[in-house]
């Protein structure tokens, strides 16, 4: 019995040095979220021009998104990032000079997840979307 016991522990000794250190999964578990696509629904709260950023209150979202609803979220805008209004004529974009603080939006994007640091790229900004 005391070897049989013995061969156990020695096998769960074993199994826990060779199954927890790839468990903890270290740093690949950072970059999971890189270029996951998102859609949310939300109030603008601030931009920054000088950034090229929009801080949005979030409203809801998708599931990548959810843990941030109730929450402000920064947004990062580029070149590629068109600002459109809801329900104007196909080809009128926007100025992001033109958004305004109060807007709701509905902003369309994927999650950059570089470097360390997670950031949230839009790549479509629509105001006066509907509720």
């Known amino acids: 019995m005391k070897r049989v016991l013995g061969i156990w522990i020695a096998c769960m000794v074993l199994l826990a040095v060779a199954v927890l250190p790839a468990a903890a999964g270290g740093d690949n578990n950072q970059y999971r979220w890189d270029g996951t696509p998102f859609g949310l629904v939300g109030q603008i709260t601030a931009t920054d021009a000088a950034s090229g950023t ?3 209150l979030v409203y809801s979202g998708s ?3 959810q843990p941030s609803v109730g929450s402000e979220l920064t947004l ?3 070149k590629d990032t068109r600002f459109l209004e809801f329900g104007a004529t196909y080809g009128d974009e926007l100025a992001f000079s033109e958004l ?6 509905n902003v369309l994007g ?3 997840a570089q470097d360390g640091s997670v950031s949230y790229i839009a790549l479509r900004i629509t105001v006066d979307f509907p509720l």
Do not use: H, L
């Not at 305004?100 to 939006?105: H, L, M, P, R, S």
């Open 110 to 112: 994927y999650i950059s």
């Open 76 to 78: 990062v805008t580029n």
């Open 54 to 56: 929009v801080t949005v």
């Open 100 to 105: 305004e603080v109060g807007d709701i939006a």
């Open 63 to 65: 599931s990548s998104i």
